[in-house]
C-alpha cells in the first residue's frame, strides 16, 4: 500500500506554535504581566439568542417520534438554503435553490472542492495567503504559482499575463490583509477568468464585515462570474459559528467545463462522500437570517468593527501604514522602522505585551509586515492601543 | 481548467431512485392500499434523553460569554475521544487518545481517508457493497477489484491469493447483508493484509447490534489489527444520529506505510480541510456514552433487534434462506422459488404491499437476493410479516 506521496511536500507550519511558544516563554519570566492577544482569528462574542433558541427547539424535536429527522438531504434542507436565497437576492444577487450547497465551514468546502477539479491544472494564489489554498493543492500534486500582493497594489493583486493559471483563489475581504477588492477590479478577474477558461475560488468568508456600500459582498454582483466562480462563505465570522460549523458554497448551474456542469459534479461529490450538516446546525443557521438574527448579529459585527476603529485610530496617530479594518475584522500594518515581521513580534510582546500575528507567516510578501485582528475585547482593544501609543510616543 | 475525469466514470445509480417511483406508481394506482416500507436503512426512534438534554445545555453554554466555544480542535474534544476510549476498553480495546478522530460520520472519512492514499493502489471491495466503496475509488481514479460474497460463503468472503489488493474494504456487521466476521475470519484478513502490506478500511457503522459475545465489535480485538486496520465508526446507527451527526475513526499510531505514519497523514489532513464537529453534537455524543446514556441506546438497539427477530421468525416458518437479522438490523434474504430480485420487489408491493431492497443494487452477487431491515415500526414490522406469512402460505 502507498501512502499519497504528495504529502510528503507538505511544508510543516510553525507559525502559531512559534507564537505559543515565544508567548508561554514571556509569560514565564514575567508572571506578573497582563498578555493582551490580538492575534486571535477566532470570534469571542457568544452565539445570539435568536440562534440559540431555535437550537433549542431543534434539539427538542429531534427527541420526540414525531418531530425527529433523520438522514437530512446532504446538500442541506431547503428552508436554509431558501434564507440564503433571500439573503443574497437583498444585495441583488439572483441564486436558485439547487446552486447553494449548505457546509459544514468554508474551510471543509474550499478543500473538498479540489476533489472534482483536474490535478493537472495550475493554481494561483497570492501571497501573502490563507495556508489552506496552498497546503490542499500540494496534497493534490498541483502546480502553484503566485501573484504578487504588496504596498503598490495595496495587496491587491491585479490579473496578469506573466502569471497564468487555471484555478483562480481570491479573498476579499482578504485574510490576512483586510483588504478588499472594488467592483472595477473583480470585474477584471472575472474577465481574465472568462477569457483564459480559468476557474475563480472566491471566499467570501468575511463579507459581512463590508460596510462600504459600493464594494461587493459576492462575486456574482459581477457581471459573468457565475460562468466562472464558485463562492465559498461562511457563518463563522458573520454569526459566531466558529464552534458551531455551518457555512454555504454556491456552485452555478452555468458552471461548464469540459462541457460538464461542476454543479453536478459536486453535487456527486457531496452525496457520495458527505451526509449534511446536523439538523440543529441548520436551524440555528436558519435562524441568523431572520429579522430578529441579522439585528443580533448586526450588533455582534459592529462590536468587532469598533474594535477596528479603535486599532485604525492609534495606527493613524502613529502615522503607521495599514489596509484593512473599515470593511474587515483584520487590520494589516506595516512594521515601523523597517522591523522584520519577527523583530516587531519581539519588540510588540516584550514592551507592551501585546501579541499579533507575523505577516511573513503568510507568505514572503508578508515580510515586514504584521496582522492585528478586532475580535478580541472591547476593553483589552483599548488597554493595548493605550500601550502601543504611550510607548510609541515615549520611545520617539 | 480541466474537471476531474474520473467523475466521468461514474454509473449513475437507480436504486433508490427506481424503487420510490414503482411505490408512487403503486401507490397512485391503488390510493386505498397501505404500504409498508421496511427498505429503509434510516433509524426511527427519537434521540434518547440524555443526549438531548446535553445538547440543550451545550447550546445554552454557547449562548453565553463566559462558557462560549469557538474553535476546536479539529480531530475533536478531550472530553468524546476519552469518552471513546473507555467505551473500546470496555471490549478490550486498548487505544490513545491520538489514535481517535472525531468525525461528522462514518460515510465521510470513508471518503476523506483516500486523500492519504496514493491513487495507484488497487481497491478491494466485496460484491455485494455498500456503493461509497467503490464511488469513492472511481472519483479517484483506483482499479477495483471484487471479492465474491455468496450463500456458500455466507456472504463473507475470505482472502484468497486470486484477488490481491492494496487496500481492502471489509464490513462488519454487513451492509447490506448483515453478516458477521468471527475472530478466525477476521483473523484470517489480518495476517493476509500485514503479509501483503495491505491496508484494511474497516467499517464498523453496525458494531452495537452485535450480541453474540464471541463475534468481534472492533478490528482490534484482533492480534496485529493496529499494523494494518483503520476502523470507521458512527453514532448514526447506535444512537440514532443519522441527522445529528458524529461518529469516530480510529487511526493507530503504529500503521506505517512507506516509512511514514498514517496517523500524521489522517492529522495533518484533517486540520487542513476539517474544522471538527460541532461543539453541542459532540456534548450529544459523548452523553451516548454515560451510564443513562448507554442505558437509553439499549432499549432503543433492543427495539430494532426484536424487529429483526419478528421478521426471522416469519423468514424460518416460511422456511426461506437468509443471513443477518441476529447481529444486524439487516435482514438479507433468498427471494422465494427462484425470482430474481426485482420480481421478488415486485411480488412483495403487488400483493402484500411490502417494500424492501432488492439485492442487484448493490452488486451482480445481490441478483436473487432482497434486503429488508429492522428500523421500522413495531407495528408496521408485525403486519408486514402477517401479510408476508398469510399470503404466502394462502398461495402454497
Same mark, same amino acid.
Given at each position: 500500500?502507498?501512502?499519497?506521496?504528495?504529502?510528503?511536500?507538505?511544508?510543516?507550519?510553525?507559525?502559531?506554535?512559534?507564537?505559543?511558544?515565544?508567548?508561554?516563554?514571556?509569560?514565564?519570566?514575567?508572571?506578573?504581566?497582563?498578555?493582551i492577544r490580538l492575534g486571535i482569528g477566532d470570534v469571542t462574542l457568544p452565539l445570539c439568542g435568536a440562534v440559540v433558541d431555535a437550537m433549542k427547539t431543534a434539539t427538542e424535536e429531534m427527541g420526540v417520534q414525531e418531530t425527529f429527522r433523520g438522514y437530512g438531504p446532504e446538500q442541506g434542507y431547503d428552508f436554509l438554503k431558501s434564507a440564503i436565497k433571500d439573503y443574497y437576492k437583498s444585495h441583488s444577487v439572483d441564486l436558485e435553490s439547487d446552486e447553494i450547497f449548505i457546509s459544514d465551514g468554508a474551510k471543509s468546502d474550499l478543500g473538498n472542492i479540489l476533489d472534482i477539479l483536474g490535478t493537472n491544472n495550475t493554481v494561483m494564489v497570492q501571497n501573502p495567503v490563507y495556508p489552506v489554498y496552498v497546503d490542499t493543492n500540494i496534497m493534490a500534486g498541483r502546480k502553484i504559482v503566485y501573484s504578487d500582493c504588496n504596498e503598490?497594489?495595496?495587496?491587491?493583486?491585479?490579473?496578469? =499575463?506573466?502569471? &497564468?493559471?487555471?484555478? #483562480?483563489?481570491? @479573498? /476579499?475581504?482578504?485574510?490576512?490583509?483586510?483588504?478588499?477588492?472594488?467592483?472595477?477590479?473583480?470585474?477584471?478577474?472575472?474577465?481574465?477568468?472568462?477569457?483564459?477558461?480559468?476557474?475563480?475560488?472566491?471566499?467570501?468568508?468575511y463579507e459581512c464585515f463590508i460596510s462600504d456600500e459600493t464594494l461587493p459582498r459576492s462575486i456574482y454582483e459581477i =457581471?459573468?462570474? &457565475?460562468?466562472?466562480? #464558485?463562492?465559498? @462563505? /461562511?457563518l463563522s465570522k458573520t454569526a459566531g459559528f466558529t464552534g458551531t460549523r455551518c457555512g454555504y458554497t454556491v456552485v452555478p448551474d452555468s458552471l461548464i467545463y469540459d462541457g460538464v456542469s461542476l454543479n453536478k459534479l459536486w453535487l456527486r461529490r457531496q452525496t457520495t462522500k458527505f451526509n449534511g450538516v446536523p439538523y440543529i446546525v441548520q436551524k440555528g443557521a436558519a435562524a441568523v437570517f431572520t429579522p430578529q438574527g441579522q439585528k443580533e448579529i448586526a450588533e455582534n459585527i459592529g462590536y468587532y468593527k469598533e474594535n477596528a476603529k479603535i486599532i485604525m485610530k492609534a495606527l493613524d496617530e502613529l502615522g503607521i501604514w495599514y489596509t484593512g479594518g473599515a470593511n474587515s475584522p483584520y487590520i494589516w500594518l506595516k512594521c515601523p522602522d523597517n522591523m522584520k515581521s519577527w523583530e516587531f513580534f519581539d519588540y510588540l510582546l516584550n514592551n507592551m505585551q501585546i501579541v499579533g500575528t507575523p505577516g511573513v507567516g503568510f507568505g514572503t510578501n508578508g515580510e515586514g509586515y504584521f496582522r492585528l485582528t478586532s475580535f478580541g475585547s472591547r476593553e483589552k482593544t483599548i488597554e493595548a492601543m493605550d500601550r502601543l501609543l504611550n510607548y510609541s510616543l515615549a520611545v520617539k
Open positions: 500500500m502507498e501512502i499519497n506521496k504528495n504529502y510528503l511536500n507538505l511544508e510543516a507550519s510553525y507559525l502559531f506554535s512559534t507564537i505559543a511558544k515565544k508567548v508561554n516563554e514571556y509569560s514565564e519570566k514575567n508572571p506578573d504581566k497582563n498578555i503598490e497594489n495595496g495587496f491587491l493583486s491585479m490579473p496578469s =499575463e506573466d502569471v &497564468k493559471a487555471d484555478i #483562480i483563489y481570491l @479573498c /476579499s475581504p482578504n485574510n490576512p490583509t483586510g483588504a478588499v477588492y472594488n467592483r472595477e477590479q473583480l470585474s477584471e478577474w472575472v474577465n481574465y477568468a472568462i477569457k483564459n477558461n480559468a476557474l475563480i475560488l472566491f471566499d467570501a468568508a =457581471e459573468g462570474a &457565475k460562468k466562472c466562480a #464558485i463562492e465559498f @462563505c /461562511s
